[in-house]
């Protein structure tokens, strides 16, 4: 149910803020506890709403577009004529967004009589004290014996001079376009910016990407991020090391960004200005000093247990870690909701904790990137004793058959204990490939065990990895 708006305090066992994965902490072992649940957006968080989901189903398209684009290699025949973008936008929303709106009417009736919905903004006004400002009005005041805050994060939106006063669009907001611009303007360099960049790219748009820095994906690997940014000159035009000086509306409509390159000013219009420059935690918006929950600039901070400086208030997933990954948030999750009940004499100790040396992360742009553990880079500052082996996909049968000249996987191994420091893969179903290698470094395989302890298919892309693990 929904509470009505009045200045009364509301008492609660439980409060929760933020409906993605903190979503997943009431179960049966809290059906005796009164649950307050605040949500200011819509129910499902960032990952189901305007992240993870949507954006690779945005992506799938994209790859069958390119696949068509790029059928005469192979001696196919095919045309890409263009995409119905508002029916690729309409058949991910279609599925999403009953979704979101299912979640929500679940909470709010009979199967959860004990949780009720807050449906606004939260900030601490004192000790595990919120004010919710009410989206349809008004103020509600809720407190709870454990507050759990899963706030998330947001779009940074980076201080250039005239952005505040220009129309563009963030991760949040550019999927739902009502048409497929002509042309698009994406500010930043990371994953945001490559996965939705081609995506508009592949489907038809002229897409200019200006970025800071020499390399796009400049937090992999440097040879993954060498070749990542050589790879993307055939769907970007590519404005790197750019100073943006200044971003307007023009009065014609559209956008212009201006910018100094190697002391050259240069100028690019477009319909569309996409701001990809990375995401920031929502800490800021959460009054986190009033309730004496200590932060680094809105990141909580968190012990191994999830328990933030101020007694009974826990946090978890982008609002307090720095690896923003939905994989990661369930993870922490999982654990915090087990912490609670321990904490409560409602189940054994002792408290859970998460293991985030092997949290891996994939970028869903063409060509795919994945990651996992160390970068070269990484271990050589560590002054670690390293064997690297870099594989080309080109070097199997499986990459011949897709003619790939340019895909490959990257291993780094500690040169004494063999064991497997980080694991670099570019090129297609790179996110798929490097599963195994976690699992090898999860469970504490060598190299060798990883290379000779089971049978790679052949010829299967996967012995791609197997060779990259010969050769250490």
């Known amino acids: ?37 605040v949500e200011r957006g819509t129910f499902g968080g960032t990952c189901l709403n305007v992240g993870c989901i949507p954006s690779k189903m945005f992506v799938y398209a994209a790859d069958v577009a390119d696949t068509i684009a790029t059928a005469s290699t192979y001696g196919i025949s095919a045309t890409f004529e263009g995409a119905d973008w508002p029916a690729i936008r309409d058949r991910v929303f279609g ?99 490559a996965e939705l960049g081609y995506v508009f790219s592949a489907l038809g748009t002229d897409v200019t990407l200006v970025n800071r820095s020499a390399r796009l994906l400049r937090a992999e690997d440097d040879d993954v991020s060498e070749a990542y940014t050589r790879a993307a000159r055939r769907h970007f035009d590519l404005r790197l090391e750019a100073a943006v000086t200044y971003v307007c509306e023009l009065p014609e409509g559209g956008v212009a960004v201006e910018m100094d390159i190697d002391g050259e000013h240069q100028r690019v219009t477009a319909d569309v200005l996409l701001v990809a420059t990375g995401r920031v935690p929502n800490g800021d918006v959460l009054a986190l000093e009033a309730a004496g929950v200590d ?38 999750v999982r654990a915090l909701r087990h912490n609670l009940l321990v904490a409560e004499g ?3 100790g002792p408290m859970r904790t998460v293991d985030e040396r092997h949290v891996p992360h994939a970028v869903f742009s063409h060509p795919q990137v994945a990651s996992v553990g160390l970068t ?51 090129g297609p179903q790179a996110s798929t490939l490097i599963q195994q290698l976690i699992s090898g470094m999860a469970f504490g395989q060598t190299v060798d065990q990883m290379a000779h302890d089971q049978f790679y298919i052949h010829p299967a892309l996967t012995e791609v990895i197997e060779n990259a693990l010969l050769e250490l």
């Open 1 to 37: 149910m929904t509470p009505n708006d009045d200045s009364e305090l509301h008492s609660f066992d439980l409060v929760i803020v933020g409906s993605g994965s903190a979503n997943s902490i009431p179960g049966p072992e809290f059906d005796d506890w009164s649950i307050a649940l």
């Open 95 to 193: 599925r999403i967004d009953p979704i979101a709106e299912g979640g929500r009417v679940f909470r709010c009736g009979t199967a959860c009589p004990n949780i009720e919905i807050f449906a606004g903004l939260a900030h601490f006004v004192g000790d595990r004290e919120l004010a919710v400002q009410l989206n349809d009005g008004g103020i509600a005041h809720v407190r709870g014996r454990h507050v759990v805050l899963g706030a998330g994060a947001r779009p940074f939106i980076p201080p250039y001079p005239g952005i505040e006063q220009t129309p563009f669009h963030t991760s949040d907001t550019v999927m739902r376009l009502d048409e497929l611009p002509q042309r698009m303007i994406v500010l930043g360099g990371g994953y945001i910016a």
């Open 295 to 332: 932060h680094d600039d809105g990141r909580v901070l968190v012990d191994e247990h999830f328990r933030a400086s101020a007694e009974g208030v826990w946090s978890f997933g982008d609002l307090a870690s720095e690896i923003q990954l939905k994989h990661l948030a369930n993870a922490h």
């Open 346 to 348: 409602r189940e054994p």
């Open 376 to 426: 070269e880079r990484d271990a050589v500052a560590a002054s670690l004793p390293i064997s690297v082996a870099t594989k080309p996909f080109g070097h199997t049968a499986y990459g011949w058959a897709m003619e790939d000249h340019s895909s490959f996987a990257k291993l780094i191994a500690h040169a004494e204990t063999r064991e497997l420091l980080g694991a670099h893969i570019i």
